[in-house]
């Protein structure tokens, strides 16, 4: 009888080295992957212990630095600007003046009006009858008040700070024309306030030049609406500037009664009072609010991810001394930010587990092997490359 080739019996040997090891690796992971079944699909990340503390649900919106107060002020008469005497940054007071326009047409009209009641008042001085008496005092009345409109016309040629405070605008240049309106005012910094202040002039959200008092800054936000009902006026909250790495605690003064819109939600304006103001906030930066809507002291509490919650109750893994982990329901009271206020079925000290969970049931249990066939589990039980040996027929 002819022996194989020993290239054959070589090969043949290699292959069953090759299924012995897959096999016995196969039955590793197999057992690896049992252990964790039978201890169910979540494995123990971390833990950590039931602490007394406080447990706080903020809600959380985009906001911007304002000011607690701006005029704006605006020409009462047009004309063409001569000067302009102050620059953004500037800081004025209340009745200093601003810039001014050309006021000769103004006080031509003032000359005429002046006139005019001369004449009238001479026609009441030559009246010899009743008639003409009442006539010439009509006359002599509209004279006056032809010449204060004029006068007032005058000293509207001349801009004058409506409050006290920073230049933060300046609409306008020296030689350009400008309308006019009756007042200047000013506006509150923010949702339901508002700022008496004395002006000149103001016809636009704009005008001429805008003032702000920058020493009393706020911040107004924009809460969404499903958090609207949440906040109220007195809670506090924490005001966080990304650009200079800074943070302040605030107080909500003010929240809008109607709604505004951000994109397709809609958004209620709420204005917050600075504690302090950190070193280098400016006008118009971007913050995070994070407003206290809930707070619990004094109370039993475990990391959120500690607590699988259904309702008023949840289920805590508890690990023993020994190692032992138990499923423990307990009564939960507050749902803060990153904590659960635990009011029953803990005590203080008690170890909880931090959960991850994973899926165990993803893919089948089967183990391929190059070439398409499968062991054991896989279709016909196939070795590498379809399961021939290597030289086989």
Known sequence: MRKPPPSLLVNGGLALVLAAGAGGSYLLLRGDAATAEDAGSATVASTATATTG??????????????????????????????????????????QTLATVDDADARRDLELAEANLDAAEDSLDRAETDAETENAKDAVDEAEAAV???QDAVEGTVLTAPASGTVIAVNG?????????GSSGGSGGGAGESTDTSSSSSSSSSGFMQIADLGDLRVTAAVAEADAADVAVGQTGT????????????????????????????????????????????????????????????????????VDVSGDTGTVTVIGDD???????????????????????????????????????????????????????????????????????
């Open 54 to 95: 406080t447990v706080t649900r903020t809600v959380a919106a985009d906001g911007t630095v304002t000011a607690a107060s701006t005029a704006t002020a605006e020409f009462a008469t047009a004309g063409t600007v001569t000067a302009i005497d102050v620059a953004v940054g500037d800081v004025v007071e209340k009745g």
């Open 148 to 150: 204060a409109e004029a």
């Open 173 to 181: 240049t020296v030689g350009a024309s400008t309308g006019s309106s």
């Open 239 to 306: 005001v966080t500037w990304n650009a200079i790495d800074a943070a302040a605690d605030a107080e909500l003064t003010a929240v809008a009664p109607t709604a505004g819109s951000s994109g397709n939600v809609a958004t209620y304006d709420v204005t917050l009072a600075l504690d302090e103001l950190p070193e280098q906030v400016r006008l118009g930066q971007t913050v995070t609010v994070a407003i206290t809507v809930e707070e619990a002291a004094d109370v039993l509490t475990v990391p959120s991810a500690a």
């Open 323 to 393: 190692g032992a982990q138990t499923e423990t329901t307990v009564q939960i009271g507050l749902e803060g930010d990153t904590s659960v206020e635990i009011a029953s079925g803990l005590a203080e000290g008690d170890t909880v587990a931090l959960v991850v969970t994973e899926d165990t049931d993803a893919g089948g249990g089967d183990m391929q092997f190059p070439g398409g066939g499968t062991f054991p589990g896989g279709a016909g039980g196939q070795m590498p490359a379809g399961g021939g040996f290597p030289g086989g027929n």
